[in-house]
């Protein structure tokens, strides 16, 4: 319900955006540039879906016509993870997470470069052709002979970035849990929890999480929510497995002491890193605001992990939606 919620707010925003400077600017192609994602960055999400329904099709009638394919009953059966070491079922499982923090990245360096090469490839074919209904921007560009970095480029490009694993991973869980036989990555279901079976995957309250806080809150807020939901919850979990020895709540809790205090140190120290490669950009910036931010989002996920609310793949949603909202209600205060 809760990701649901987030996914929504989300499209409101995405469609307010895109109506106010549709109204505001209806004849003036720069305004697209006020846009969270700026053409043809839209456009290449939209063409991942005609792509995925093509790769997922192959591989369906390939499995029908072979009628070579295994149920999710008797995938269970190939791989017990009792035989697996539960340290290296919690990596896999946490795999995603690492991968989910390269977008941060993107803030620092994949935006200019790829703004760079799109808008100045865009306006060579402008100026050599003429106008392009593909790169409509490209006239404002040349006529305003501006650079091509747009203002908002690392946050968009990880605006995209992240849609375009959303829309990857959530089509392909669709099909896991519905038409199992055509799931093509069979193996991933063995690295699921038994409550995760028969949902959506944890990467997906992830990856909608992160966005959610890469698109309502600045780079410095942004990034250290990643950081923290990701790599903060991913080391709680390894350093509770591999050092933990003191159950939470009395031994009624699977999770441990050596973990929650473990994922808090790691939370604030990428927190902190985080914020210390952005500070270039934020002159009034210092590193007494960067610690109580990374401070209050480390604690926040010490907290979600040691209530641990009942609710399926809670934190992974609730990691970032809460820090990011509380470490932008601080750096205001601040």
Request: proline share 6%.
């Amino acid at each position: 319900m809760i990701t649901s919620i987030v996914i929504i707010v989300i499209g409101i925003y995405f469609f307010l955006r895109g109506l106010l400077v549709m109204l505001e600017s209806p004849y003036d192609p720069s305004a697209a540039m006020n846009l969270p994602l700026t053409p043809p960055f839209p456009n290449t999400i939209l063409l991942f879906i005609p792509i995925l329904i093509y790769f997922f099709g192959v591989y369906a009638i390939k499995e029908y016509i072979q009628k070579k394919y295994i149920t999710e009953e008797a995938q269970k059966k190939v791989i017990h993870k009792d035989a697996i070491a539960p340290m290296d079922l919690e990596i896999a499982r946490k795999l995603f997470h690492t991968v989910i923090d390269a977008v941060l990245i993107c803030y620092l360096f994949i935006g200019d470069f790829v703004s760079i090469a799109v808008f100045s490839s865009a306006t060579a074919m402008g100026t050599t052709h003429g106008y392009t209904q593909f790169f409509f921007i490209v006239h404002a560009l040349i006529w305003m002979k501006t650079p091509y970095i747009i203002p908002n480029a690392g946050q968009m490009i990880t605006v995209f970035a992240i849609l375009i694993v959303f829309f990857i991973a959530s089509f392909s869980d669709l099909i896991r849990l519905y038409k199992f036989r055509y799931y093509p990555i069979k193996a991933v279901s063995n690295i699921y929890r038994e409550k995760e079976r028969y949902f959506f995957g944890p990467h997906i309250y992830l990856a909608a999480g992160g966005l959610f806080a890469v698109l309502f809150f600045p780079p410095k807020i942004g990034m250290a929510t990643i950081a923290i939901a990701a790599l903060g919850d991913a080391f709680a979990t390894i350093i509770g497995i591999s050092y933990g020895k003191h159950k939470l709540h009395g031994g009624k809790s699977r999770k441990t002491w050596e973990g929650c205090i473990g994922g808090f140190i790691a939370g604030f120290g990428f927190s902190l890193l985080s914020y210390l490669v952005l500070l270039p950009q934020y002159p009034d910036g210092n590193l007494l605001e960067g610690i109580i931010i990374s401070l209050t989002g480390a604690l926040v996920l010490f907290l979600i992990d040691f209530y641990s609310p009942p609710i399926k793949a809670s934190d992974n949603i609730l990691n970032p939606v809460i820090c990011s909202i509380a470490m932008f209600t601080i750096s205001i205060i601040i």
